[in-house]
């Protein structure tokens, strides 16, 4: 197909688009499943059918739904079905399990939304359609059909930070300063189309995820933009790393001029429209480009303002008031660019976690009652993961 396409585009002589505007990230996928069908057991020698293999996720953390779906897509995944009992072989063989290797942060949702497990942790399983039980005595000896339905599948990105800020405030220069991430930097809006994660390395040799999550503009919450696509993958971070232009931003010349202030309130605004609770997770405001002539001196004028924007909420425009005040932790400013003061966030990130892992349980995500329910069904008739 891929091979046609090529062919196609050739032959009328247009163009492929660049390969960074094709690849889409893939955060949802929906799949049908089913489970293998039961053996018929053999009546005569009260035998047993072989149980129908099942479908079932593995975490791992180099996979991702993009390969899911090109393998996947419009076709059903069935489990093998279990073979029949027979006179030589009294108990049949169980059918064969089909695996699909998961991201990790991945949520498996059924067809009326229910949750039936995420995967959070590497090999962690969880069976998304059981096969049917095999012939036997209770069942008249014939196979029963095996669980068959459609799932989705919803990836949130697990990182230690997420990193939230408008276009161009400089969050992919930031990623390239503070990790060895080489993001795709350009003087206009939207440059980056999807979340990136990269590991921040430690000289002792510790190392903290960072997600960059972009799109986030004034109006997100009306779906301006990217609108809220991306903010679910800030979910699951233990802190947020707000970062700013000193300068403000403006999206076009439609558009307000934001100081740099009103872009850190907007930001807190477009957060809070999307879950307040993300206003309770400890956050740091990086305030970036600290290299442009008189940067220095902002800086110092509306430190103490963003430290305390309860304080100044007031004077700014009504219609980009938030209900509530993100409270930052620290406010620090920085170059991407240059690369000054990249150590001190870095040390001063590592730090903030460490207070919150010793607050907090160091587990972001709570097993699920019904995650815990399939790890027992997994136990009991899961899938023999080697
Ligand atoms: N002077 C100066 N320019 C910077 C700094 N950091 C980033 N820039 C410039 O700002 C522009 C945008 O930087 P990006 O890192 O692409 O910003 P972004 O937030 O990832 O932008 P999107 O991809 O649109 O979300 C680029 O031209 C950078 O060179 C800085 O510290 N100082």
């Given at each position: 197909m891929v091979f046609l396409t090529r062919t196609c585009y050739k032959l009328k002589e247009i163009k492929l688009p660049r390969k960074y505007l094709r690849s889409k990230f893939i955060d949802s996928v929906r799949?049908?499943?089913?489970?293998g069908t039961g053996g018929t057991g053999l009546p005569k020698y009260g035998g047993l059918g072989g149980q129908g293999g099942c479908v079932y996720c593995q975490g791992k953390e180099d996979a991702n739904l993009r390969t899911i779906m090109s393998q996947y897509r419009a076709r059903t995944i069935c489990g093998g079905h279990g073979e029949d009992s027979r006179k030589a072989q009294i108990v049949g063989k169980p059918g064969e399990d089909i695996k699909l290797e998961v991201p990790l942060g991945v949520t498996v949702y059924g067809e009326n939304g229910t949750?039936?497990?995420s995967i959070d942790k590497e090999d962690e399983t969880l069976i998304v359609a059981r096969g049917g039980p095999g012939g036997n005595k209770n069942n008249n000896f014939l196979g029963h059909f095996g669980q068959n339905h459609h799932i989705r599948l919803d990836l949130k990105l697990i990182a230690d930070i997420g990193l939230v800020g408008f276009p161009n405030a400089g969050k992919s220069s930031l990623l390239k300063a503070i990790s060895r991430a080489k993001?795709?930097?350009?003087?206009?809006?939207?440059?980056?189309?999807?979340p990136n994660k990269a590991i921040i390395q430690y000289s002792d040799l510790r190392q903290i995820s960072i997600a960059d999550l972009p799109g986030l503009i004034?109006?997100?919450?009306?779906n301006i933009g990217l609108g809220h696509k991306f903010l679910k993958h800030v979910e699951r971070t233990k802190l947020l790393l707000f970062i700013a232009d000193i300068q403000g931003f403006q999206l076009s010349p439609k558009y307000p001029k934001r100081s740099c202030i009103e872009t850190v309130v907007l930001l807190n605004k477009e957060l809070e429209l999307y879950d307040p609770e993300l206003l309770d997770k400890p956050a740091v405001l990086a305030i970036n480009k600290l290299d442009v002539d008189g940067a220095d001196e902002t800086?110092?004028?509306i430190k103490d303002s963003l430290t305390h924007l309860g304080g100044i909420i007031n004077t700014l425009p009504e219609e980009i008031r938030p209900e509530r005040i993100i409270n930052f932790e620290d406010v620090i400013g920085i170059s991407a660019l240059k690369g000054s003061n990249i150590e001190d966030l870095k040390q001063l990130l590592r730090r903030r976690l460490d207070e919150y892992a010793e607050e907090n349980d160091p587990d972001i995500v709570k097993p699920s009652e019904s995650l815990l329910r399939n790890k027992k069904l997994t136990q009991e008739r899961g899938p023999q993961v080697t």
């Open positions: 799949l049908h499943v089913k489970g949750v039936l497990g993001p795709r930097i350009a003087n206009y809006p939207f440059t980056t189309i999807k004034e109006g997100a919450h009306e800086f110092n004028r």
